[in-house]
């Protein structure tokens, strides 16, 4: 089940591993190999016949919008998942907890939001990972098992590198902010209209002043898909329903 402390570093051994068998592969019989070298793919959602979603929030804790989305999601006793930044964590930290409090998950969105993490150096990734989780933990006492990168930029070398340190990538299957959806009512049509059982639903709520749109979405969001007969799951509660942990 889920880790309850960031999982050990091996990243870098697990990488030159798997640059040997790369390598090493015409002396392996192929079906070896491959399972050798396979990796989970990023999870932009979970296959399930049950009318479940999951709200995730990336770029916080905002001092201004995070409290008041924590106030929209506690009138509504809808629990979603908050991708938050380390960096910011570290500046607002009771927002971080009052978000756990509310039975909230609190989960790994890097410690600084680099834009470019895919194409940096094995061991900064394993840096900005880790360095996320650990504080995680020490700020509401349990981190899982899961990470979003940046931008949801993803890749091999990314992906090896989450796996080898045990995380789950997840992505999502809805955006609800869109060039073509800047209110807060096109974002909740847009999302009325995407949505499908099993969905993992992306807004934010730091980083940019634009975040109201999504502060004010949520309330329509939830209310228009509760009618739809939808429920609102975590991440983790998602992956359990959905049978990838
Ligand atoms: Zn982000």
Redesign the pocket.
Known sequence: MFRSKPPTTHARRACAVAAFLAVAGVLLPSRLHKALLEVTPPICHVATRQKVVALTY??GPQPVYTPELLRILRRYRVKATF?M?GARMARWPEIVKEAARDGHVIAN?TYS?PNNLASMRTYRIVHEINAEQRLIVRLVGRAYPIFRP??GLVGRHLDHIAHAEGYSVVLWSVSAYHHEARTPELMMRRVIDQAHPGAIILM?DG?YQMRWRDVRATPLIIEALSKRGYRFVTIPELLEIGGSM
Do not use: Q
């Open positions: 990336d770029d991708f930044i969105h939001h940046p931008k934010h980083r």
